[in-house]
């Protein structure tokens, strides 16, 4: 008798117990809160959040509410595309570093380089 009733409580108890919802799947991959945007338009920068979703640009604008994969505070940092450089003359430091670090640090995320040997002759 005592088997059974302790079953039924045990049953009943976990039928009672609070289920855990399932996670909600972020909307974007990236979210990066808190920046201060420049776009590069000529616009005064703005504060914001930029998400990312698929390697693009998704959404930019107040996204409190919104989830992500990763998240980035960026507060108190500025927010931008990355930056062309025209004449980056790095044809020989490329040999001892490819991954350009010393570029990318200073966001530059292209370079056209080599156009100064066609000027020399």
Do not use: C, H
């Not at 990066?32 to 776009?39: L, P």
């Not at 001892?96 to 066609?118: F, L, Q, Y």
């Amino acid at each position: 008798m005592l088997t059974k009733t302790l079953f039924v409580v045990l049953t009943v108890g976990m039928l009672l117990m609070p289920v855990a919802k399932p996670t909600q799947t972020p909307q974007y991959d990236l979210l990066i809160r808190n920046g201060r945007i420049v776009d590069g338009s000529g616009r005064a920068e703005y504060a914001a959040d930029v998400a990312i979703k698929d390697d693009r640009i998704a959404q930019i604008g107040n996204l409190s509410q919104a989830t992500a994969t990763r998240v980035i505070d960026a507060q108190g940092l500025v927010v931008a595309p990355g930056f062309i450089d025209m004449l980056g003359q790095s044809e020989t430091y490329l040999l001892i570093d490819p991954r350009a670090m010393s570029k990318v640090m200073m966001g530059v995320t292209t370079e056209v380089t080599g156009e100064a040997s066609r000027l020399v002759r």
